[in-house]
């Protein structure tokens, strides 16, 4: 059984940092790039960073610079470390492989920048 646990959001002032984590149990971690993906009220959620297995990684151009995703594969955890966070990064955060399955979507956690 799949499940995946985000954890790590916050309140923070603008220009602030964060370091969320992810922890996946089951088979999601084998062979499967992982990725960051978040979703601002009213609008869709989104993919704003990604790591194969292999730990080659891509970044939406909103967090590029910004945002760092890395992987620990003995330990079945993705984390996203947030920099010079802006309002605008205000939204849940989820991970999920990618591309993301529908079934293994976890609570999210909740990440709200402003001062």
């Known amino acids: 059984q799949v499940q995946l646990v985000e954890s790590g959001g916050g309140l923070v002032q603008p220009g602030g940092s964060l370091r969320l984590s992810c922890a996946a149990s089951?088979?999601?971690?084998?062979?499967?790039?992982m990725g960051w993906y978040r979703q601002a009220p009213g609008k869709q959620r989104v993919l704003v960073a990604r790591?194969?297995?292999?730990?080659?990684?891509n970044y939406a151009d909103s967090v590029q610079g910004r945002f760092t995703i890395s992987r620990d594969n003995a330990k079945n955890m993705v984390y996203l470390q947030m920099n010079s966070l802006k309002p605008e990064d205000t939204a849940v955060y989820y991970c999920?492989?990618?591309?993301?399955?529908?079934?293994?979507w976890g609570q999210g956690t909740q990440v709200t920048v402003s001062s």
């Open positions: 999920n492989r990618v591309p993301y399955d529908l079934n293994y």
């Open positions: 790591i194969s297995r292999t730990h080659i990684t």
């Open positions: 089951g088979s999601i971690f084998d062979n499967n790039a």
